[in-house]
């Protein structure tokens, strides 16, 4: 099995004692595909020493991550934009807006967003999309720059039927990871009205294990128990599961 991670933190801290034998693991289990999410400028030098080590398997996107829009994001994007126009990103992400941890930065995180979104369309790539609390404000701004060229994923999908299909509509794939294995997680119970042709693999390593890790330090290796899980909600072979996921997030990222 080929399978894809499509958005892990693997310059995480939280992997520094270990990183290498974390990312050996998953290897072993059959994930040799990472695509790594910026946060803002402070990453952007250890997201270049992975893909540096490890050259065939990392694939890095740019982009100020919503909780990093502060009152310096001006100079933040221009750092987006400076690297974008160095070098080849795979997606400009993560993006959105965040509305969970702190709400006095809006105005700031839509423009953000939307100026992002315009540079993904600008050097034709995909965004990844974070929304925590903020659909309405999210699905506001992407019904204002739908088109043909604006194509992603929506990270970590956590919302409703109805939203998903809303978020579809928009040329996005949907981000599953731990979240389709918790009791509470509520998006098994509709997952399999969805088309697999729209599903996308993902960790967020390090956060958001699966059961039975649930709690503790996500990651990419146990991808294997977010397989398992569509594996039953779809009745297909977790190899089925594999390698049409993969092939959704080849149709992504062209790569």
């Not at 990472?34 to 080590?53: G, N, R, V």
């Not at 994001?73 to 992400?93: C, I, P």
Request: charged residues 25%.
């Amino acid at each position: 099995m080929i399978i894809t991670d499509t958005h892990t933190h693997l310059y995480s801290t939280e992997f520094d004692q270990d990183r290498n034998e974390m990312i050996q693991r998953a290897i072993d289990a059959g994930v040799t595909r990472f695509f790594i999410p910026a946060i803002d400028s402070a990453y952007t030098q250890s997201m270049y020493d992975l893909e540096k080590a490890y050259p065939e398997n990392i694939f890095l996107m740019m982009g100020l991550h919503p909780t990093h829009v502060k009152d310096n994001y001006l100079y933040e994007l221009q750092h987006v934009e400076e690297e974008l126009s160095k070098r080849k990103f795979f997606a400009v992400g993560e993006i959105g807006i965040d509305l969970y941890w702190d709400k006095t930065h809006l105005p700031q995180q839509q423009d953000a967003f939307r100026k992002q979104i315009q540079l993904a369309k600008q050097y034709k790539l995909p965004i990844v999309i974070h929304c925590r609390e903020a659909f309405d404000e999210i699905f506001e701004i992407l019904e204002a720059e739908k088109s043909t060229d604006l194509f992603g994923i929506f990270h970590c999908f956590s919302g409703t039927y109805e939203q998903a299909l809303q978020a579809i509509s928009y040329n996005m794939k949907l981000g599953i990871g731990g979240v389709v294995t918790f009791k509470n997680g509520k998006i098994d119970q509709f997952l399999s009205q969805i088309d697999l042709k729209h599903i996308v693999l993902e960790t967020d390593s390090p956060y958001l294990a699966p059961v039975p890790f649930r709690g503790k330090r996500n990651e990419s290796s146990y991808l294997i128990n977010v397989i398992d899980k569509l594996s039953m909600i779809y009745n297909l072979s977790k190899e089925e599961i594999a390698l049409i996921t993969t092939q959704n997030s080849k149709a992504i990222f062209g790569i």
